[in-house]
C-alpha cells in the first residue's frame, strides 16, 4: 500500500521557458503539436497564467518555485543593487530567501521560510526526494534532499549541479546548461543546430534522472524555447518568413519530447501521476525596444556620468532610475549614496512620473505604457523595501529596457520577440483547478497538496 | 619523515626532474603565496642559486605591495626576472573597469604569457598550483601539456604512476609542471612557517580584513579576518569553510553572467 501510495503521489513537472498559452493553442489547432493535443484530451486543460511581475525569467521562477512574491524571496530582476549603494550585482540562488518546493518537502530550508513553508510546516515529517533540472535562480548548487543542475544563469556546471556525481554525469553526455545566443544574429544555423542539440541533451538528461533516480518531485525546464522566441517570434505565425520552417520543426520537437516524458511518466506511475507544463512568462511580436533610462533623462529625472560603469553612472541630481525590464527606483536621499529625493518628496516624484509615463508615446502616438504599478501595490513581505517603487508594463510589441548606453528613447536590436506577463501558460490535469485566474505563484501550493498525499 | 619534509622532497623531486629533461624551462612568480613558495622549493633543490628564468606577468593593475615585493626579493634573491607585459593592449586602455573583465583577463594575462613564452622559446614552465584550489585542478597532473592554443585536454592524459611522468610533447605544445600540486593550502602555510618564507604583507589582516588570494588590485576582495600571522592564518585555515578563491571567483561569474544577460538584451 505505502508503495502504491508513494508513487500516485509523484509529480512530473516540465517548465517550458516562455512559452505563451495562446501559442500552444493556436498551433494545436493548426495540427503542429499532436502530442500536446493528446494529452488534453486525455483528461488536461491549457490555462492562461499570469507570471511575476516584473515577468524576466529569474523573477518568474523563483515566485513558481518558492510559490511566493518577489517581497518575500527577494527576487526582483536578474540584477540587482547593493543596499546601500550603486553598485550592481547578480543575485543568485544564495540570495533566494524563501524556501523552494523541494526545499519544503525535502526538509532543506536551513532556516529559510515563508508564508507558503508556514502552511506547511510539520506537514512533511518524511522528506521527499527531487530531481531540479535547469531552473533559473538556483546557480550555485545549493544542497537538497535530490539532484539538481542550475538553469540560467550558470557559470560553471560543476559548481551548478549537486551531488558531484550528477555533474559527472551530464559532463559525460555533454549536457549544455544554455545555448550561446550571442550567435542568433550573426551565425543562425550554427544557433539553430546549437539549440536541436541542447534539446537533444536535456532530453537524454532527464530521461536518465527519470529512470536511474528516486524521486517524488521531478522538474525539468527547457530554455531553449525563449531563445527561439527572444530571436525568431515574429517567424512564429507567418508562414512566409524564412525562418518559420525551422520555428514550427523546433516545436514538433518539443511536442515530441514532452509527450516521451509524459508517457514514462505515466507508466511510472500506472496513469496516476500528477503532470503538469508551464510557462514562466508569455511571448509577442517585438515592434520596439523603449529605453527607459533614456526616457527618464530626457523628462528631466535622470543624469548619467558616462565615465563610470553601469549604475554608479548615476549623477548628482538624479530624481529616478531604472533597472531592466522597467523597475523604476526613486533617487531617495538616505537610501542611496547621491539620494536627493527627500522622504517628503517622494510621492509628489512618484506622480509626477506616473502622469508622464502615461503620456508616453510613440512616433506615431501610439501610447506604450499598459499598466503603471507602484511596488506596494504588487508586493508584500519582508523584502519589499529592496524592491522598485514603480514598475511599469508595456502593450504589446513594446518591449521596455533599462540599457544606460541608449540617447534615444525608441529603437531596435536583433529581438523579435518580447515577454508578456499575461500570457505564460500551464497545463493542469482536469479537476485540479483554483476557481481564479492562474497565477504563477498559485504552482507551488498545487504540487505541495499532491505531494502531501505521498505522506502517510 | 615528517609530513612537511615528505612533501617538500616531492616538490624538490619534481623540479630538479623538470629542468633535467628541459633546459628550455622557467618558473611563473606571481608574488602570491603559492608562487613564493615554489620559488623558495626552487631557490633549495638548486641550493639558493635559480638556474633558469623567473617570469612575472605583470598586468599592470597588482597591488603596489606586489610591485615592492618583487624587485625586493628578486634582487636579494638573485634572481634572474622576466617581466611579461602586453604593453599594446594596456596602452590602448585595456582594464577590468572597460568592457569584460574576461577581456582583460585574457589580454593582459593570457596573452601577456603565450607572448613570453615565444619570444624566449620556453618549453616547459613550472606554476605553483595546487589541487585543492578549484574543482578542475582536481584533475591535473604534475607534467601537463598545453597545445599552441594553451588549451588543456585534460581527459587526454596519460596516468602518472608513481614518478612516472609524461615529459614527451609535440612541436609547438609546451609543458606546465605543477611541483606543489599535492600541496593543500594549509600545508603552505604551515610550510611558510617552518620555513620563514618571506610574504607580501597583503595576507595578513589589517583593520579585520585580509586577502586570502591575490591577483590584480581591482579584482580582489579582501575576507573578513583577524588572522595577523602565518601562526593565525594556521589557525583561521583549520576551523574554517570558507573557499580560499571566494574574493576572487565571483568577478569571473559576474563576467559571463553580464555577457549572458547582454545577449538576451538585458543590460
Known amino acids: ?265 505515466m507508466d511510472m506511475t500506472d496513469g496516476t501521476g500528477f503532470f503538469l507544463t508551464m510557462s514562466d512568462h508569455g511571448f509577442t511580436v517585438l515592434n520596439n525596444e523603449v529605453y527607459m533610462n533614456a526616457w527618464l533623462r530626457k523628462e528631466g529625472f535622470l543624469s548619467l556620468d558616462g565615465k563610470k560603469e553601469y549604475f554608479e553612472q548615476v549623477d548628482a541630481g538624479t530624481k529616478a532610475f531604472a533597472m531592466d525590464p522597467a523597475r523604476i527606483y526613486v533617487n531617495l536621499e538616505g537610501k542611496y549614496p547621491g539620494g536627493c529625493v527627500a522622504a517628503g518628496e517622494k510621492e509628489a516624484v512618484m506622480r509626477d512620473l506616473k502622469e508622464r509615463l502615461k503620456g508616453l508615446v510613440d512616433g506615431e502616438g501610439r501610447p506604450v505604457i499598459r499598466e503603471i504599478y507602484e511596488g506596494r501595490e504588487l508586493y508584500s513581505g519582508p523584502h519589499s523595501g529592496v524592491g522598485p517603487d514603480l514598475v511599469c508594463l508595456a502593450h504589446d510589441g513594446f518591449d521596455l529596457k533599462a540599457n544606460l548606453k541608449k540617447d534615444e528613447v525608441f529603437g531596435r536590436g536583433n529581438f523579435t520577440g518580447m515577454h508578456t506577463s499575461y500570457d505564460a501558460h500551464c497545463i493542469l490535469p482536469k479537476g485540479v483547478e483554483t476557481g481564479m485566474r492562474l497565477h504563477i505563484e498559485h504552482l507551488a501550493g498545487l504540487i505541495l497538496d499532491h505531494l502531501k498525499n505521498g505522506i502517510e | 619523515m615528517d609530513h612537511l619534509t615528505e612533501l617538500e622532497n616531492k616538490s624538490i623531486f619534481i623540479i630538479r626532474e623538470a629542468y633535467y629533461r628541459f633546459k628550455d624551462i622557467a618558473v611563473l612568480w606571481s608574488i602570491g603565496k603559492d608562487s613564493t613558495t615554489l620559488l623558495w622549493l626552487c631557490r633549495k633543490a638548486f641550493f639558493g642559486k635559480i638556474p633558469f628564468p623567473v617570469i612575472h606577468i605583470d598586468t599592470s593593475y597588482k597591488f603596489p605591495e606586489i610591485y615592492a615585493f618583487r624587485d625586493e626579493y628578486a634582487k636579494k634573491w638573485n634572481l634572474n626576472l622576466i617581466v611579461g607585459k602586453n604593453e599594446e593592449e594596456i596602452k590602448k586602455g585595456m582594464g577590468p573597469t572597460k568592457g569584460a573583465k574576461l577581456d582583460c583577463c585574457n589580454e593582459l594575462k593570457t596573452n601577456a604569457l603565450k607572448a613570453t613564452i615565444a619570444k624566449h622559446g620556453f618549453k616547459a614552465l613550472l606554476l605553483g598550483i595546487r589541487r585543492d584550489e578549484h574543482g578542475i585542478r582536481a584533475k591535473e597532473r604534475v607534467f601537463s601539456p598545453r597545445d599552441e592554443n594553451f588549451k588543456w585536454n585534460y581527459e587526454d592524459q596519460p596516468a602518472e604512476l608513481w614518478d612516472q611522468y609524461k615529459s614527451t610533447a609535440e612541436e609547438d605544445n609546451h609543458f606546465r609542471i605543477h611541483p606543489i600540486l599535492h600541496m593543500t593550502e594549509l600545508d603552505i602555510w604551515k610550510y611558510v612557517q617552518r620555513e620563514n618564507i618571506p610574504m607580501t604583507e597583503l595576507y595578513f589582516s589589517k583593520g579585520g580584513k585580509r586577502y586570502r588570494s591575490i591577483g590584480c588590485k581591482p579584482c580582489c576582495s579582501p575576507v573578513e579576518s583577524e588572522a595577523a600571522t602565518v601562526d593565525d592564518i594556521i589557525r583561521e585555515l583549520e576551523t574554517s569553510h570558507t573557499s580560499e578563491r571566494a574574493g576572487r571567483a565571483q568577478d569571473k561569474e559576474d563576467a559571463y553572467t553580464m555577457q549572458k544577460l547582454r545577449s538576451l538584451g538585458y543590460m
Open chain 1, 1 to 265: 500500500m505505502t508503495t502504491m501510495q508513494a508513487k500516485t503521489a509523484k509529480v512530473l513537472l516540465v517548465g517550458l521557458d516562455g512559452v505563451p498559452s495562446t501559442l500552444l493553442a493556436n498551433y494545436m489547432e493548426k495540427g503542429l503539436l499532436p502530442s500536446f493535443k493528446k494529452i488534453l484530451e486525455s483528461g488536461y486543460n491549457l490555462h492562461q497564467m499570469d507570471a511575476s511581475i516584473p515577468d524576466v525569467s529569474s523573477t518568474s521562477w523563483t515566485s513558481f518555485m518558492t510559490g511566493v512574491n518577489p517581497a518575500e524571496h527577494g527576487i526582483y530582476g536578474f540584477t540587482d543593487l547593493r543596499p546601500g549603494s550603486y553598485r550592481i550585482f547578480v543575485p543568485n540562488s544564495a540570495s533566494v530567501r524563501a524556501p523552494a518546493i523541494w526545499d519544503i518537502i525535502g526538509g532543506t530550508a536551513n532556516g529559510r521560510t515563508s508564508t507558503l513553508h508556514e502552511y506547511y510546516r510539520g506537514v512533511f515529517k518524511r522528506p521527499l526526494r527531487s530531481i531540479v533540472l535547469n531552473i533559473p535562480q538556483t546557480f550555485p548548487a545549493i544542497e537538497l534532499n535530490g539532484v539538481l543542475t542550475a538553469g540560467f544563469v550558470c557559470p560553471d556546471l560543476r559548481k551548478g549541479t549537486y551531488p558531484e556525481k550528477a555533474y559527472d554525469y551530464l559532463n559525460s553526455i555533454g549536457y549544455l546548461s544554455d545555448v550561446d545566443s550571442a550567435k542568433a544574429a550573426s551565425r543562425k544555423d550554427e544557433f539553430f543546430n546549437e539549440v536541436f542539440a541542447a534539446l537533444e541533451k536535456r532530453m537524454t538528461a532527464y530521461e536518465h534522472f527519470m529512470k536511474n533516480e528516486e524521486w517524488d518531485f521531478f522538474a525539468g525546464v527547457i530554455t531553449e524555447t525563449d531563445r527561439m522566441h527572444h530571436f525568431f517570434f515574429d517567424a512564429a505565425y507567418d508562414p512566409g518568413h524564412p525562418d518559420h520552417e525551422v520555428f514550427v520543426r523546433f516545436y514538433g520537437e518539443l511536442d515530441r519530447i514532452v509527450a516521451r516524458l509524459h508517457r514514462l511518466f
